[in-house]
């Protein structure tokens, strides 16, 4: 399932680090090559000699080590050589280091070398208060924010004695998560296509300090353009300003306002199979942005707002034959007609209705409500589902008319 594949194995120091020369072994015999980074602290809990063995190469450890035979840039070369990283077992003290980018040891060394686009799994293991406490807690935010899987650990009977939280998971679990992480989407019609996703909000420049723009998190159009890579696409995600971290395998283009956007996207336009205006972009800009800050004065202001171009209408209208337009609308409950609306006026082939109920639908939630409408009418009513999840779906309608 892995033949050929290059992974890097950090463990570092808990008790779960006894059961990671099986998982070494589950790698092995599906044709992976494993480096093995353990923290001093983990081979007081497993042999080197095993770990060894059962991956055929020198444990790493130390970045000063007597051994480095000439290879001085060993980490360097070593994060342009792996597939994956995987840690497991991850304590609290290595997630820690791994979230703030110490790099002291070879497994947190080739943490930072790793290249952007590779996959990384961490299995936190560790007893069911740490696991709980406010600053693992942040640290695997900050880890899964940056793109890292975390895979939840298991409940059961722990070191201590005590029952709860806090097991790593089986190596057959961790193996099983990783080989999904790495399989090729091979099936997925949007593989080898080229997408372009709009995201975020745009800012309307009012002055030099100023500006309109809305609340719009990024996080749908994000997660479409995560998946898309993932299904083998080729993304380039044109967003405005968000604070979110660029998903693996993703080309990122960032703009501030709507004109920059159309700017941005319009020489991807004609290369592209598909283009998904997740974007929310201001329809309208001041007519005139003064440099520097406006001064109050005793008397009511008034700014004249001027129509920005809509960019996901100027790609669906203009484009070749064979190239899909997806786009969402943003509507309070029983919008539904304007979604159609936007859908026929637009000219796309789908558009996401998306319910904007300002808790669990619409702008900086971690959730949404969509409703897919097709140019076929055909119309797939989804439940709430994490923004990852509507991604998914959403993609997976996208791939039954993309043209194969
Ligand atoms: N869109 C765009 N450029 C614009 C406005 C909208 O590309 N200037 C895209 C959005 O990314 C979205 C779709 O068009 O995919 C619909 O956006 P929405 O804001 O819901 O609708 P509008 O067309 O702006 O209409 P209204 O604001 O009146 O609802």
Not at 101 to 118: E, I
Not at 256 to 283: H, T, Y
Not at 352 to 372: K, M, Q
């Amino acid at each position: 399932m892995l033949t050929g594949r290059n992974i890097l194995l950090g463990i570092s120091g808990g008790i779960a680090a006894y059961k990671t020369p099986q998982l070494v072994r589950l790698l092995k015999k599906s044709g992976a090559d494993v480096q093995v980074l353990a923290t001093t602290s983990a081979l007081k809990f497993v042999s080197e000699l095993s770990l060894a063995t059962v991956s055929n190469r020198p444990v790493l450890t130390g970045i000063f080590t007597a051994d480095t035979e000439g290879e001085y840039t060993r980490h360097i070369s070593l994060g342009e050589w792996a597939d994956a990283f995987v840690i497991a077992p991850a304590t609290a003290n290595t997630l820690a280091r791994l979230a703030t980018g110490l790099c002291d040891d070879m497994l947190s060394l080739c943490f930072l070398t790793l290249r952007p686009d590779k996959p990384v799994l961490i299995a936190p293991a560790m007893d069911g208060h740490m696991y709980n406490s406010l600053s693992v807690q942040r640290n695997l935010s900050t880890l899964a924010e940056e793109g890292c899987r975390i895979l939840e650990p298991e409940s059961g009977s722990l070191a201590s004695g005590q029952c709860g939280l806090g097991r790593m998971p089986e190596p057959e679990t961790i193996f099983e998560a990783l080989a999904g992480m790495l399989a090729t989407p091979e099936k997925s019609a949007l593989n080898g296509k080229t997408v372009v996703v709009t995201a975020g909000p745009t800012r309307e420049k009012i002055d030099g300090v100023r500006f309109l723009s809305n609340y719009s998190s990024g996080k749908m159009g994000f997660a479409i353009a995560a998946d898309a890579a993932r299904r083998g696409a080729v993304v380039r995600l044109v967003t405005g300003p968000v604070n979110l971290p660029t998903p693996p395998g993703v080309e990122r283009i960032d703009v501030e306002s709507a004109e920059q956007m159309l700017a941005a996207a319009r020489p991807l336009f004609d290369d592209c199979d598909l283009f998904i205006g997740a974007a929310a972009v201001a329809d309208y800009r001041p007519e005139a942005s003064v440099e520097g800050k406006i001064k109050k004065k005793d008397a009511e202001m008034e700014i004249r707002l001027v129509r920005n171009p809509d960019i996901l209408a100027e790609f669906a209208t203009n484009r070749k034959p064979g190239q899909l337009a997806v786009g969402f609308a943003l509507e309070t409950a029983g919008g539904i007609d304007y979604a159609r609306k936007k859908l026929t006026d637009k000219q796309l082939d789908l558009i996401a209705f998306n319910i904007y109920n300002g808790h669990t639908s619409g702008f900086e939630v971690d959730t949404n409500v969509l409703t897919l409408l097709g140019r076929d009418g055909s119309v797939t009513e989804l439940p709430l589902l994490s923004k990852e999840k509507a991604a998914a779906k959403l993609l997976d309608a996208v791939e039954t008319i993309l043209p194969r």
